[in-house]
């Protein structure tokens, strides 16, 4: 117990070491001296302690006396970091960044390829069109010709001219009514006004301010059925009518492309047949094929769409009109017997 206590009380203390390896001079304690040479006399020799390499207890072989150790306690090593492989960083994390890097210059070559190819197929197909487009104009070229069809796109370009000159007048008709109520309501309020303060003109300023204001609450249900007409005529002309004629567009386009294609085919067909036409006339008569497809889809599409269009066309213009017609005669009623009063 006691030697427990004096190394206990030892081992707190700071021993300084001098660069050879030997102790300093300790800081004078009379009782930690006198508790030392107990222990130096009572316990075993220091010159004769050793340092087992196996641990206490092991074996005699790598024994190494302590009187034998001189210099710094801890030596450093530059050996020792060269063996720490460092993880993270070596040849399979350059190997992964490598093969990173060819991977993306692959995708971003492909993409480059991939927008010249259809760069070239667009080129190619505009002078193609082209060309079939001016043989048509000068009469040199044959072209695929609908004949019911095209009478059918003709009616209805015909028909949306018209009705547009229908929605500009309906505008203006609409601009011009609501001003004109607006003066009537004024009229008929000034009317009213001096019925009240001209005695002698009372009734005849009494009868005009209550024919401007019949007419005005006439002209409001006529504003609003105009109003009405005018946005029904609008989405008819712009939106239905329109998209119908894209469709069209679209029809005549790909009309456009199947006699150039059909064109090239029946050139190459007539030409000398080597092997370098034939494998031409075989891609030819793919693209023609394909080209052929598209134009019967887009015709049965113009088709369908000039059906529905007349079937909605006659639907909403016969509602539109009967109130139109409707808010007419009630203003030509109300003009009537405001006149038949008098």
Not at 169 to 192: E, I, K, P, S
């Amino acid at each position: 117990m006691m030697t427990d206590s004096i190394m206990s009380k030892a081992a707190t203390m700071e021993i300084p070491i001098n660069s050879n390896g030997d102790t300093g001079t300790l800081p004078e304690d009379d009782g930690l001296e006198q508790d030392l040479q107990q222990v130096m006399v009572s316990g075993p020799n220091l010159n004769e302690t050793s340092i087992v390499s196996g641990g206490y207890g092991g074996t005699a072989e790598g024994i190494i006396p302590t009187s034998s150790i001189k210099g710094p306690a801890i030596r450093y090593n530059a050996e020792f970091y060269k063996r720490i492989e460092v993880t993270g960083i070596g040849p399979n994390m350059n190997h992964s960044i490598s093969s990173s890097s060819m991977t993306n210059e692959e995708a971003t070559k492909g993409v480059a390829v991939e927008k010249i190819e259809q760069v070239k197929k667009w080129g190619l197909n505009t002078y193609k069109c082209t060309k079939q487009m001016i043989s048509e104009r000068f009469g040199r070229g044959s072209r695929t010709v609908d004949l019911e069809l095209e009478a059918q796109i003709e009616v209805l370009r015909d028909t949306k001219r018209k009705y547009e000159n229908v929605l500009r007048l309906a505008r203006a008709l609409t601009n011009h009514f609501y001003n004109m109520v607006q003066t009537q309501h004024a009229l008929g309020d000034t009317f009213a006004d001096l019925s009240q303060k001209s005695p002698e003109l009372r009734d005849e300023f009494g009868y005009n301010a209550e024919t401007q204001k019949l007419l005005c609450k006439n002209g409001e249900t006529l504003l609003g059925a105009v109003n009405f007409f005018v946005s029904s005529i609008n989405t008819l002309v712009n939106k239905t009518m329109e998209d119908t004629l894209m469709t069209i567009k679209m029809f005549e386009n790909a009309r456009l492309e199947f006699d150039a294609y059909r064109t090239d085919l029946e050139e190459l067909s007539a030409g000398p047949k080597d092997a370098v036409t034939v494998i031409r006339i075989e891609t030819a008569q793919q693209q023609y094929l394909i080209q052929k497809d598209k134009y019967e889809r887009l015709r049965s599409d113009v088709i369908i769409k000039l059906k529905f269009l007349e079937e909605n066309k006659v639907k909403v213009m016969h509602k539109q009109l009967l109130l139109f017609h409707n808010a007419s005669r009630r203003i030509s009623r109300g003009t009537s017997s405001s006149s038949s009063r008098r």
